[in-house]
């Protein structure tokens, strides 16, 4: 099962991906966690991704296209996998197509998480991740029983470099902009289907159980 999780910034697509990837399998493939592995690194990649990063823009068509590329070809993505974040312009889902196609795969269903700009401005400012095993929490609905700790494996937990009000905002623009018409892409083909990610997060994670089957 081949799967695209889109949705603006803070819609639940990672919090939503870790769950359907251990329900169905299938790796979750974040070009967001994959760059910022790439930055943390100090790789040629991570030093071209880090300043459109931290402004909320985004990295350039070729160098996600060249990340999503090699992994989609790796072994674990043989009986599927979940696209969290990618593709996020128009070009990036023409190049996604040209890729599958070479591989003879498709996409099974692509799904648009929806939410409201300022819920998505709250979430995001709440935001904390464990840097250990990547569980992610919030402040307000899902803070840890013990302050920056993480209740599943006790790792640290770590805020994003991206995840200030002022980034935040622009990462909302950069998405109308340039990610929202990408919908447009997918709108028409059978496989395109919408979740209200303004539901509580088990609701979200049904929503799309429903969907998937
Ligand atoms: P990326 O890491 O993909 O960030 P993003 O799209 O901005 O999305 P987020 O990860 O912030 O949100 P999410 O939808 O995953 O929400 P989450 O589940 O965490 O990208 C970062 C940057 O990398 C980009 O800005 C760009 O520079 C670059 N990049 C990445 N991919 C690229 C590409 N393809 N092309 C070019 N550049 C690229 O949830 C958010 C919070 O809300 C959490 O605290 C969570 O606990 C909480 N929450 C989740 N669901 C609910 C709910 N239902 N109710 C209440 N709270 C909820
Ligand atoms: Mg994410």
Redesign the pocket.
């Known amino acids: 099962m081949n799967l695209i999780f889109m949705?603006p910034?803070?819609?639940?697509?990672?919090?939503?991906a870790r769950q359907v990837a251990v329900k169905y399998g299938i790796p979750q493939l974040?070009?967001?966690?994959m760059?910022r592995s790439a930055v943390k690194a100090g790789s040629e990649v991570g030093l071209k991704?880090k300043a459109?990063?931290e402004s909320?823009?985004?990295?350039t068509d070729d160098i996600?296209i060249g990340i999503i590329g090699d992994r989609i070809g790796e072994s674990d993505c043989a009986s599927g996998f979940i696209l969290?974040?990618?593709?996020?312009?128009v070009a990036?889902a023409e190049a996604l197509e040209k890729l599958l196609a070479e591989r003879s795969m498709k996409i099974d269903s692509v799904i648009d998480i929806t939410a409201d700009n300022e819920a998505l401005v709250a979430?995001?400012t709440?935001?904390s991740t464990c840097s250990k095993c990547g569980e992610?929490?919030?402040k307000q609905?899902?803070a840890p029983a013990k302050d920056g700790v993480c209740d599943k494996c006790g790792g640290a937990l770590a805020t994003r470099a991206?995840d200030n009000e002022e980034t935040v905002r622009n990462?909302l623009e950069v998405y109308e902009a340039q990610t929202a018409p990408v919908i447009g892409f997918y709108k028409d083909s059978g496989s395109f289907k919408t979740v209200d990610?303004m539901?509580?997060?088990d609701d979200?994670f049904a929503s799309l159980c429903n969907i998937l089957g």
Request: glycine residues 24%.
């Open positions: 949705g910034p803070g819609a639940g697509k990672g919090t939503q974040s070009t967001g966690d760059l991704a459109a990063m909320g823009g985004l990295v996600v969290d974040g990618f593709p996020r312009t990036q979430r995001i709440g935001r992610g929490y919030h609905h899902k991206d990462r990610g539901q509580n997060m979200v």
